[in-house]
């Protein structure tokens, strides 16, 4: 059974740091793309981030780059987001997502979700 | 940048057939995805590349893509189809994901 935890969430100052974690289990991590996509409170779904399989190819939506970094660790079945300079627009549930397909680059669905993860920046 | 728009609601009559719209500058030459997410949950992949259904998706959910717009339709609506839905593509010239700004259905 796929599994994808996310934890690192929780309450930061404007301008600080945070690291998200998601754990993944039931399938090789290591062939798939994974993606972070957040939600803030009351409101739809916005794309975040995506790294290919072999992290070659990485992207970010233009609200975060520059202050996020995507990252993963295929022998640990993990996968990570490097948040700095937060703001209180970053406010949201932050999911991870697995891409359907064994090493596909770009365009392909997202097939298994997490529960999220909480961050709230205020002061 | 790649802008879908959909109607934030979308209302039906249970036993009746539900369709939400998504529209996008030539969305028909792109590849769309669809998802459901109930409240307080996380969202579920209902339609993949226009059409196909993931294992476990009924059959009354299907989709279509022309033009600009694609549509994904629910077929003999039950109270359980109640949620959020998002449309969702990949802009290839701005290597961005784009969701769409989602649809509330309601099952009257």
């Known amino acids: 059974e796929v599994q994808l935890v996310e934890s690192g969430g929780g309450l930061v100052q404007p301008g600080r740091s945070l690291r998200l974690s998601c754990a993944a289990s039931g399938f090789t991590f290591d062939d798939y793309a994974m993606h972070w996509v957040r939600q803030a409170p009351g409101k739809g779904l916005e794309w975040v981030s995506t790294?290919?399989?072999?992290?070659?190819?990485?992207a970010y939506a233009d609200s975060v780059k520059g202050r996020f970094t995507i990252s993963r660790d295929n022998a640990k079945n993990s996968l990570y987001l490097q948040m700095n300079s937060l703001r209180p627009e970053d406010t949201a549930l932050y999911f991870c997502a697995k891409a359907k397909s064994i090493k596909a680059v770009a365009g392909v669905p997202l097939d298994y979700w997490g529960q999220g993860t909480l961050v709230i920046v205020s002061s | 940048s790649y802008v879908l728009t959909q109607p934030p609601s979308v209302s039906v009559a249970p036993g009746k057939t539900a369709r939400i719209t998504c529209e996008g500058n030539?969305?028909?030459?792109?590849?769309v995805h669809w998802y459901q997410q109930e409240p307080g949950q996380a969202p579920v992949l209902v339609i993949y590349y226009d059409g196909d259904r993931p294992s476990g998706i009924p059959e009354r959910f299907s989709a279509s893509n022309s033009g600009n717009t694609a549509t994904l339709t629910i077929g003999r609506v039950e109270a359980g189809d109640e949620a959020d839905y998002y449309c969702q593509v990949w802009d290839s010239r701005s290597d961005h994901w784009v969701f769409g700004g989602g649809t509330k259905l309601t099952v009257l």
């Open positions: 790294i290919t399989w072999n992290s070659i190819n990485i």
């Open positions: 030539n969305i028909g030459g792109k590849s």
